[in-house]
């Protein structure tokens, strides 16, 4: 393994010829969580073939009271698909893709493993791997229950880097006609499309060399070399599982233990195709005015006063901007979420977060609810504000579309047998 990053290539498992469909890829389970009918139509579509669908839990269903029975039959799928030579394996691989996003734009990655001892999620972390938004330790272990009997992991875990030179992945879309190509497929429910490609040797030394110098570059004590992008608490229950795992086993070999690390794909955040949007909040099951006597209190909210941090409120038929006067925060999204977390807790309600803004205007119209709209963040924003602020507050912001997400193609084993 190269010891100067974090990141290498990992023995990655992928569905044989005959296994290889349309089918196969699924969408990453933290979508449609609001559409049960998205999953339930995913279901029909895969029905007896092979699927990453039966080796994932769609979180639609994580509060189910079947969920232990849903979790036993995912890593009974995972022995049964390994035991009956689902995959081919690929040792030392890594894997260069390009995904054709539902707006028709190229996105491209490049698969491989993060080394969990270089990732700190903890708010101030210096590690070289860093969250980007606060991880919310409520949701770890649900997770864990998960991945603690799993003997696969397939990743939705996208990690992005700030190669404004465009050195690591970029160089692979005029190589890859030399390379092995290893799927070429649409996705389902109008996710695009996605091919991938076979990483040499010779390729996979420079990559290793640019990240390397990527960290050297910023001039930093400690660089913030890989940013999480998507999967935040995913990658966070890989850590806390490898953690709960090294504890129990205090004299393993944790250099070469398969949980020590987690498969990801890098994504350049100077992709073109890469794009930020804001999520909104929906809260309902509240008094809504109340609620925004109280915001309009705590941050000196005013509509005829125009200040750096604005936001807009929907609440039935209402529509009003507001500009906060007195942020706790650098970003609107800050100040807001604080003050919902603090409001929450001491009047009750519930709260969602939502991709679109007319998904909330629906919802705002019901009774005893309220929208709020919050700004896009500028992609150049992220990794400055990281390294001097620590992680953002949760759910500041989204890449892309649910349909745009990634899908599960690639698998790891995360323990040595079956």
């Known amino acids: 393994m190269n010891k100067k ?15 290889m469909s349309e089918v196969w890829a699924v969408c990453a389970c ?3 969580t609001g559409e049960p009918a998205y999953w339930a139509e995913t279901d029909r579509i895969v029905d007896e073939k092979a699927s990453s669908l039966r080796l994932i839990l769609p979180e639609v269903y994580l509060e189910k009271a079947d969920v232990m029975e849903r979790i036993a039959k995912i890593q009974q799928s995972m022995k049964e698909y390994l035991s009956t030579g689902v995959f081919a394996e690929y040792k030392d691989a890594m894997v260069y893709i390009e995904r054709i996003q539902s707006d028709g734009k190229m996105r491209a990655g490049l698969i491989g493993k993060i080394d969990l001892e270089q990732y700190d999620y903890s708010k101030g972390s210096v590690s070289p791997v860093r969250a980007t938004e606060a991880t919310v330790p409520e949701r770890i272990p649900p997770r864990v229950r998960i991945r603690r009997g799993a003997a696969l992991e ?5 990690i992005l880097l700030d190669d404004t030179k465009k050195t690591v992945i970029e160089p692979l879309e005029t190589e890859k006609d030399s390379m092995e190509l290893l799927y070429d497929t649409e996705l389902m429910q109008g996710g695009g499309s996605i091919k991938g490609w076979l990483v040499p040797q010779t390729a996979q030394n420079r990559i290793l060399e640019a990240l390397t110098a990527l960290g050297m570059e910023s001039g930093e004590e400690n660089p913030l070399v890989y940013a ?11 850590k806390a599982y490898y ?15 398969p949980m020590r690390y987690a498969l990801v794909e890098l ?25 925004l ?12 006063a125009i200040a750096e941090q604005a936001f807009t409120v929907l609440c039935g038929d209402k529509k009003q901007v507001f500009y906060i006067h007195k942020p706790s925060s650098n970003l609107t999204v800050g100040s807001v979420q604080s003050f919902l977390d603090s409001w929450l807790r001491e009047n009750g309600g519930k709260i969602d977060y939502i991709h679109g803004a007319d998904v909330v205007e629906s919802l705002a119209a019901e009774a005893n609810s309220l929208g709020i709209l919050l700004p896009d963040m500028q992609k150049s924003e992220l990794f400055p504000t990281v390294i001097k602020d620590g992680a953002l507050p949760r759910k500041t912001f989204s890449m892309g579309h649910a349909a745009d997400k990634r899908f599960y193609m690639e698998a790891r084993r995360i323990v040595a047998e079956i």
């Open 243 to 257: 953690e709960e795992w090294k504890a129990a086993n205090p004299d393993a070999d944790t250099e070469n233990a």
């Open 5 to 19: 990053t974090a990141f290498s290539a990992a023995d990655i498992l992928l569905p044989n010829k005959q296994n």
């Open 228 to 238: 999480m992008g998507d999967g935040n608490h995913s990658l966070a229950t890989a």
């Open 293 to 304: 006597a109280d915001m309009t209190a705590a941050l000196d909210l005013r509509t005829d």
């Open 154 to 158: 397939l990743p939705h875990i996208m």
């Open 30 to 32: 933290d979508q449609y």
């Open 267 to 291: 994504v350049n955040l100077h992709s073109s195709a890469l794009e930020f949007e804001a999520i909104h909040r929906i809260l309902n099951q509240i008094d809504t005015e109340k609620l």
